[in-house]
């Protein structure tokens, strides 16, 4: 896919309604081979899986602005909440550097006692399999194909 279809989709998505979103989000989680949350107020579970013996959880936060610092408790928060030590969030347009900072600050904090890995994603990333994307399936199950209809099962 190229920049101008990428950046075509990215701009449908961000600028959708808010049930288009968390449809979507539910959508990414499957693609991305997680248990997708359930539909409407989900708790902050966009998606979850459990792979040898790392607990993945997944956010998705599909914004028309780029992700700041504010978001960061949130992902933490749920992180140990459900005993994840893998993150994955998805972002609409990408993260301030505030956010990566305190995320960062956050994860080397002496009051969470295991090992976390956290991927940020952006819906570019997604779409243009990107060099952060690939690294980011390392840590998960295999993709899915959703375009044949596999959906449905997880509605």
Known sequence: MDFLEIDALVTGIIYSNEAAKQDLGRRFAAY???T???PGSDGG???YAKLNNDMIYFQSKLSQN???ASYTADMIGNMITHEANIGIMLSGVGYTDGFRS???KAI????INKQVKIHLLSLEDVFGETEIFI???QDLPSLRNLS???WAKYK
């Open 32 to 34: 991305l081979g997680l």
């Open 36 to 38: 997708p949350g359930k």
């Open 45 to 47: 579970i966009d998606g």
């Open 66 to 68: 780029i992700l700041d």
């Open 102 to 104: 305190r995320l960062n």
């Open 108 to 111: 080397q904090s002496k009051l």
């Open 135 to 137: 690294k980011a399936t």
């Open 148 to 150: 044949n209809g596999e």
